[in-house]
């Protein structure tokens, strides 16, 4: 067998349950070899039930103690059992399993390991895994990898394809110079797989980890490299004369005035225009430093010279907006621009409208999604390109490929906070402008943590805002297992305070799921306030504006990294009322750990994302690193810039000898870099145990 060879060869996969491997996007052996898992479990030793302080699975010893009965509700069957140890009972739910009812009777014994949810003086249990004796022995000596699942593809499966692939490891070559892996002390690449997928102890977990994760870095880096083409320098036929009139001719006509740093900023990026030579700018500042209205500026001032800017959003929800902000404020001040949004939305008759009207330049603002680079748009003439919220470095470097060659102007803008020295290596070919500081109306957004018994006065701390006229964000965690999905996560809590608030309140919900139409009327009704409160899962973490919002509540906040978390508390406070951001944990208030009040507490003292970053990565040992990915970048499925900061400095450093040493190690480099361009690992969330 070949690493290339189709997943079919592999025994016991047969035409349809190829299909659910290909449905996930496993197509060869390869593939299979690099879909990692995700977690990897102990089984936890036997606790009592009175012992149980956090959601979370629990292994649980005892007898069962009622019969079983079976509902059904809606397409689902749901079994429910009392269970027994020696401090007490809980029910157990069961989800769509009707056949373990004739095994469930009164007095049998039980180990299971089971999720357990605690609610006041009562224990929740569902979808109890049942076990024996000797599996409860194994279990608890030997490590077992978690991989992601999809609808079809079963963990049997895998565990299955992965058994027969494994001993294929050793097919793949190792890429990097022998000292580099030597001076690094990494694992040799086919050892690591190998190991991912079958460690002994974490230990090797880790090792086998931190030479991915080098990989994920090298990789990125060297192309990057690669793409600089040796010459710095582009010269640019979007030379302006004088850009500044755009932005005196309104001025001191707009809402506010713009703050120092957004002025200094607007200026470096004029003189780029200016200067003859493309501009390859970041600008970057923390949420709500107000870096819109600076992308506007810098387009019009190409847009009054009579050329086209593109304006590329990461998601619908945020190019939507961005187009009606052009839109008004084109009419406004009577300004250049012919704004038009293109989204993936778009029926494919409208869209080739759209492409139509930027071919031939009756639209001179082009405002979208990655759409703008996706599909093959032709422009008139365009003279800058800008990224919003741009920490997505895949798509930097697609954009970079994008406008290879022509000499456009390209500003990215981010909020990822990244401390100073990672950003020279990430952004190392980019000039940066820094915008530094908040607008002055702004109050400092008002902190609380609080534990999961508090709701009550939570709810009654969003209801009197409500009636102040305000409107607040809930956002509900993501949920890892799979038996309880994001999304009747969301839809359960959205019923649930339905059913809590007054009916006037006016309630919305918003996750990844839903169809992008739906999305973008979701976030339209409560940009005009005809909803009161948005429960969302993260998916409004990114770029959201909506002043009148001043009440973020993120439950279970110790699952999510401080940065995030930051970007999260981002959403408020973007106008002139006072804010609130309360971060609700999984644990009831005397109860809440001294490790989760350390984290959240950073947060309550600063409110500077760049401090918040490296503070949290103080906080971390070295241990410390799997569980919570910290800067959300998409792009490193298993690095993470924060918390392997120093492996990132190291890998600089291994890259720039190998080029500077030019000849043998480069080349085999290059030829490495075009084998693995496809490559990818499975959405690999960090490792919790
Ligand atoms: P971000 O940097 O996070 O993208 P935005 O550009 O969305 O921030 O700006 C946040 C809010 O602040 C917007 O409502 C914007 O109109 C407002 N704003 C921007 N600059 C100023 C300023 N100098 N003074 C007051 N408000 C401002
Ligand atoms: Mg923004």
New binding site residues.
């Given amino acids: 067998m070949l690493l290339s060879d189709d997943i079919k060869v592999l025994k016991g996969i047969a035409d349809k349950t190829a299909e659910a491997f290909y449905s996930a996007g496993l197509f060869n052996l390869n593939d299979v070899l690099h879909y990692l898992p995700r977690s990897y479990e102990r089984l936890s030793e036997i606790k009592l039930l009175s012992a149980i302080e956090c959601d979370g699975k629990v292994t649980l010893s005892g007898r069962v103690s009622s019969e079983a009965c079976l509902i059904r509700r809606g397409g689902r069957s749901i079994l429910q059992f009392s269970f027994s140890d020696e401090s007490g009972s809980a029910r157990v739910s069961v989800f769509n399993m009707p056949w373990l009812k004739k095994s469930i009777f009164p007095g049998r014994k039980i180990i299971m390991n089971v999720y357990a949810r605690r609610k006041g003086v009562s224990v929740f249990l569902s979808q109890p895994k049942f076990l024996s004796e000797k599996e409860y022995e194994d279990g608890i000596k030997n490590l077992k990898p978690v991989y992601p699942l999809t609808k079809s593809l079963s963990e049997t499966l895998i565990r299955k394809a992965v058994a027969q692939v494994l001993p294929l490891a050793g097919d793949i070559r190792e890429y990097l110079p022998d000292d580099v892996v030597r001076e690094r002390k990494l694992m040799p690449i086919a050892h690591a797989l190998r190991k991912m997928h079958a460690p002994s102890d974490m230990e090797e977990v880790y090792a086998a980890r931190r030479r991915l994760a080098f990989d994920e870095f090298f990789l990125f880096l060297a192309r990057m490299e690669l793409l600089k083409d040796g010459t710095e320098k582009i010269k640019s036929s979007y030379s302006l004369n004088d850009p500044e009139r755009s932005f005196e001719k309104i001025r001191d006509r707009l809402?506010?005035?713009?703050?120092s740093a957004?002025i200094t900023s607007l200026m470096d990026i004029y003189r780029d225009m200016k200067s003859g030579y493309c501009m390859n700018r970041l600008l970057q500042?923390?949420?709500?430093?107000?870096?819109?209205?600076v992308a506007f500026l810098s387009a019009l001032a190409i847009c009054d010279d009579g050329h086209q800017a593109a304006i590329m959003a990461p998601t619908e929800v945020l190019a939507r907006q961005h187009y009606e902000d052009a839109v008004a404020m084109s009419r406004k001040y009577d300004l250049t621009f012919k704004p038009v949004l293109l989204s993936g939305s778009l029926k494919a008759k409208e869209k080739r409208l759209v492409k139509e009207g930027i071919k031939n330049g009756d639209h001179n603002l082009i405002i979208g999604t990655h759409a703008l680079i996706q599909d093959d748009v032709e422009f008139k003439d365009l003279g800058l390109m800008i990224t919003?919220e741009q920490h997505r470095f895949g798509v930097r470097q697609r954009m970079a490929l994008a406008v290879k060659g022509r000499d456009v102007h390209v500003l990215v803008?981010s909020?990822t906070p990244i401390p100073r020295t990672l950003g020279l290596i990430l952004y190392g070919d980019l000039d940066v402008s820094l915008?530094n500081e908040l607008?002055?109306?702004r109050l400092p957004v008002k902190n609380a943590i609080m534990g999961n018994d508090e709701h009550k006065k939570i709810y009654q701390f969003i209801l009197k805002r409500i009636s102040e006229g305000r409107q607040a964000y809930i956002i509900c965690p993501m949920v890892e297992d799979g038996e309880m999905e994001d999304v009747s996560n969301v839809t359960e809590y959205t019923e649930e305070i339905r059913r809590i608030f007054p009916p006037e309140v006016r309630i919305d919900m918003l996750h990844g799921k839903m169809k992008s139409d739906d999305k973008n009327s979701v976030m339209e009704r409560f940009a005009k306030h005809e909803t009161d409160i948005l429960v969302s899962t993260t998916v409004i973490e990114v770029?959201v504006?909506v002043?009148n919002s001043t009440v973020m509540v993120i439950e279970n906040a110790e699952r999510f990294g401080l940065s995030q978390l930051h970007q999260l508390r981002?959403r408020v406070g973007?106008?002139s009322y006072q804010s609130y951001c309360i971060f609700v944990t999984g644990a009831e208030s005397g109860r809440v750990s001294k490790k989760t009040s350390e984290r959240l507490a950073i947060l309550k003292e600063s409110n500077d994302g760049f401090r918040i970053a490296e503070e949290d990565l103080k906080q971390r040992g070295p241990g410390d690193f799997f569980g919570l990915r910290q800067s959300g970048l998409p792009y490193f499925k298993i690095a993470d810039i924060y918390t392997d900061a120093t492996l990132l400095k190291e890998t600089k450093q291994s890259l720039e000898r190998i080029i500077s040493s030019g000849s043998a190690d480069l080349g085999r480099l290059k030829q490495a870099l075009s084998e693995k361009e496809e490559m990818s690992y499975s959405d690999f969330h960090g490792i919790c145990l």
Wanted: proline letters at 11%; zero cysteines.
């Fill in positions: 809402p506010f005035k713009l703050t957004q500042g923390d949420v709500g430093s107000g870096k819109t209205i919003d803008m909020a915008i607008p002055s109306d770029g504006n002043p981002g973007r106008g």
